[in-house]
């Protein structure tokens, strides 16, 4: 029997509680498929940090590269732990860890989830979104310094507001050529690989961020031209929200840098029916890498047992595709497909009644 070895950081509020879920979902998958699956969990995140004065153990990054795949639930403990805490020490020490350059999420929306483009209907809409998550604004480079300090002397003059200011906060973007054309590469090859449209969708802002996007335009043109087989086309950051709510059907790939492509992700949330049922993974050409439901640790709702599920469910389906396991990743689509269109055991979120559990359990015998 072929066995996955997959490291579980349930993290912490409703992480913990959709994650029980999740790993429930797999070994019946698993069993269906004839897979079988090595689960180690570590109990890792905020509530960690409040015991050990750290998010996760110093080797945690050499403990976790033994593993096949990492599956995360969510991380912060709101008003208890500062929220840098969860996102620095947990979430971008792994992705950083292991070089996790692609932040993809499946635009796939179930029939039966909460519809919000109501010009448009679930089974239109079929896209993957693929983030840049190591590099661009969230590199943390820059400083908060006073009016005449000598690294803010070159700006100072260029705005009246700034030279009347008590304080400028410089905040870079680091976007390198290997980055870019790696990740637009790895959109063109998911394009070729998918059964879509093959149609990849460049996210820019060149005519404002002349520097970084003016090179990322570069590339994408580079890049494109050796996939004659697929269409490219691209849009202004701002154009293409609009065009996610206008015309999300004529998506295929769509690929963007860091920060444009963490709003276009919670954008594109809602196409699916919101963070309940968002899945989401970082992927790493190098080491292991992390699969985890976009949603946070939802501190409103965490210990109520209400958390919707799903969001964890279809993350380990795709952490499963990722995984080259396809039979057993359609096996739980299919199951939650079928749960979600009943329409009979669903969680608040998606206007149900039921609990956690119950989802999780009604998933667990469509399969
Ligand atoms: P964190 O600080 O850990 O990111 P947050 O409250 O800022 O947590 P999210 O947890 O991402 O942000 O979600 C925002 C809101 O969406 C939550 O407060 C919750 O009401 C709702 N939500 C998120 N995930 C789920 C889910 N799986 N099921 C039901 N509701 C959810």
Redesign the pocket.
């Known amino acids: 029997m072929k066995a996955h070895k997959i490291a579980v950081i349930p993290g912490?509020?409703?992480g913990v509680e959709?994650v029980a879920e999740g790993l429930k979902v797999l070994e019946a998958a698993g069993q269906k498929a004839g897979l079988s699956f090595d689960f180690e969990q570590f109990p890792w995140g905020c509530g960690y940090w409040l015991q050990h004065g750290a998010a996760m153990p110093p080797d945690a990054i050499d403990i976790l590269g033994h593993f096949d795949a990492i599956y995360l639930g969510?991380?912060?403990l709101?008003g208890r732990v500062h929220?840098s805490v969860?996102v620095r020490e947990v979430v971008l020490a792994i992705r950083s860890g292991f070089d996790q350059f692609a932040n993809v999420r499946p635009v796939q929306p179930v029939a039966g989830c909460p519809w919000y483009v109501s010009h448009r209907q679930p089974e239109e809409i079929d896209f993957v979104v693929i983030r840049e998550a190591t590099e661009g604004f969230y590199c943390n480079i820059g400083g908060r310094y006073e009016p005449g300090a000598a690294e803010v002397s070159e700006v100072t003059p260029m705005r009246p507001a700034f030279a009347r200011s008590t304080e400028i906060a410089l905040q870079t973007g680091v976007f390198s050529e290997f980055g870019c054309r790696r990740v637009i590469r790895y959109a063109f090859e998911l394009a070729r690989r998918r059964d879509g449209k093959k149609r990849v969708t460049s996210t820019t802002k060149s005519n404002a961020l002349t520097h970084a996007m003016g090179m990322w335009d570069e590339i994408f043109e580079q890049v494109a031209a050796e996939y004659p087989d697929c269409e490219h086309e691209w849009f202004h950051v701002d154009a293409l929200a609009m065009r996610f709510i206008t015309n999300p059907e004529r998506f295929d790939v769509v690929v963007a840098s860091n920060l444009f492509g963490d709003i276009l992700t919670d954008l594109s949330a809602v196409l699916v029916g919101?963070?309940?049922f968002a899945a989401g993974g970082n992927l790493s050409e190098t080491g292991p890498s992390m699969f985890e439901?976009?949603?946070?640790?939802?501190?409103?709702?965490a210990g109520k047992g209400?958390?919707?599920?799903?969001?964890?469910i279809l993350t380990a389906a795709f952490m499963l595709e990722c995984l080259d396991e396809p039979d057993a990743a359609g096996t739980i689509r299919r199951a939650v497909a079928a749960v979600v269109e009943a329409g009979e055991v669903l969680?608040?979120?998606a206007g149900g009644s039921a609990t956690t559990r119950q989802v999780g359990d009604a998933i667990l015998a469509a399969l």
Do not use: Q, R
């Open positions: 912490d509020g409703i959709v969510a991380v912060g709101p929220e969860g919101g963070l309940g439901p976009p949603h946070g640790s939802a501190p409103d709702i209400i958390a919707n599920p799903i969001a964890a969680t608040p979120d």
